[in-house]
Nanobody
Framework: QVQLVESGGGLVQPGGSLRLSCAASGSIFSPNIMGWYRQAPGNERELVASITSSGITVYADFVKGRFPISRDNTKNTMYLQMNSLKPEDTAVYYC?????????????WGQGTQVTVSA
């Protein structure tokens, strides 16, 4: 079991920046994929960005160039640097840990952190 705790959300003006962190603990094994998802009211949860334990990244089109994702495997922590924020980025942001091993899937979610972009 992997426990995930997000932090860093808050209220920011359009054009501003926030840095989200996700601290993982428990049974963490490599290889794995960690990612940030978001869910706005009335919308489905969607992938924002992901990063493998070896550093390969994937980004949703709507955040390319604005939200670099990174991780520090020595600290079991993942980050999302959110720049040039827009009102449409307002959502609850969730951290995810995913691993596949011998045909079994392991998925863990954090509790979410609210990001509100508003003047």
């Amino acid at each position: 079991q992997v426990q995930l705790v997000e932090s860093g959300g808050g209220l920011v003006q359009p054009g501003g920046s926030l840095r989200l962190s996700c601290a993982a603990s428990g049974s963490i094994f490599s290889p794995n994929i960690m990612g940030w998802y978001r869910q706005a009211p009335g919308n489905e949860r969607e992938l924002v960005a992901s990063i493998t334990s070896s550093g390969i990244t994937v980004y949703a089109d709507f955040v390319k160039g604005r939200f670099p994702i990174s991780r520090d495997n020595t600290k079991n922590t993942m980050y999302l640097q959110m720049n040039s924020l827009k009102p449409e980025d307002t959502a609850v942001y969730y951290c995810n840990y995913h691993r596949q091993y011998l045909g079994e899937l392991f998925d863990s979610w954090g509790q979410g952190t609210q990001v509100t972009v508003s003047a």
